[in-house]
């Protein structure tokens, strides 16, 4: 069955760099989704993207983050200048519109440590 | 706010018992869905629900959705102590998804 698959499964970064997480949707999906969940609290949506463009964003989603798919395979989440708050849980997700319906596919997550 | 709130928010249980969780919501929504997760680990896809439906069964689950109450409930029966997990539902709203903070499900051997 396909699957939303995410690289790495842990990150541990210094306060301040720049992390790339990674992501790859199902293959015919062309929803594309990043959400967040901080250790012990809810799933935050962060941003749609869809078209090579991004579709809504949250107010979490401020400018230091930014998505892109650089090919037709990679959807990516970049963190310009991380901060300690940035450690969480990155969840990827895909879907495609079957009448009008989203039914949307979520990765294993990459566990974001910044210290 | 358009989000899912679960209730209650952690449930204790014996093994082989039913567990009963609930989702509010506050706006017409699409579908909605539950998920599971296990401490620190990732989001798994239980069931998903559409607005046009009342009743789903999976397994040992079973969903309701009433939507003129805009509430859900997730049954588990017969527990087992590999149900231990966090529950979420998760409300369509168009393209986006809203997770509720999900009910902690702890079942005791």
């Known amino acids: 069955e396909p699957e939303v698959t995410q690289t790495p499964s842990h990150q541990v970064t210094q306060m301040g760099q720049e992390v790339i997480l990674r992501c790859v949707p199902i293959?015919?999906?062309?929803?594309f989704y990043w959400y967040r969940q901080i250790l012990g609290q809810k799933v935050e949506f962060l941003v749609s993207?869809?078209?090579?463009?991004?579709?809504?964003k949250s107010e979490i989603f401020d400018d230091q983050f930014s998505v892109e798919r650089p090919d037709g395979s990679n959807f990516t989440l970049k963190i310009r200048s991380t901060k300690l708050e940035d450690s969480a849980m990155y969840f990827c997700?895909?879907?495609?519109?079957?009448?009008?319906?989203?039914?949307?596919?979520f990765g294993p997550g990459t566990r974001l440590t910044v210290t | 706010s358009q989000q899912g709130e679960e209730d209650p928010q952690a449930l204790s249980i014996q093994e082989g018992e039913n567990a009963t969780m609930n989702c509010s919501y506050k706006?017409?929504?699409?579908?909605l869905q539950w998920y599971r997760q296990n401490s620190g680990r990732g989001l798994v896809h239980l069931i998903l629900?559409?607005?046009?439906?009342r009743e789903k069964h999976s397994g040992r689950l079973r969903v309701t959705l009433d939507t003129s109450k805009k509430s859900s409930s997730l049954l588990i029966t017969a527990s087992r102590a590999a149900d231990t997990a966090s529950y979420f539902c998760?409300?369509?709203?168009?393209?986006?998804?809203?997770f509720g903070p999900g009910t902690r499900l702890s079942v005791l051997p």
């Open positions: 706006t017409s929504i699409n579908n």
């Open positions: 997700a895909s879907s495609k519109e079957t009448s009008g319906i989203y039914e949307q596919y």
């Open positions: 293959s015919n999906h062309l929803y």
């Open positions: 993207f869809y078209n090579n463009e991004i579709s809504e």
């Open positions: 629900i559409r607005s046009n439906e």
């Open positions: 998760a409300t369509e709203y168009g393209q986006n998804f809203v």
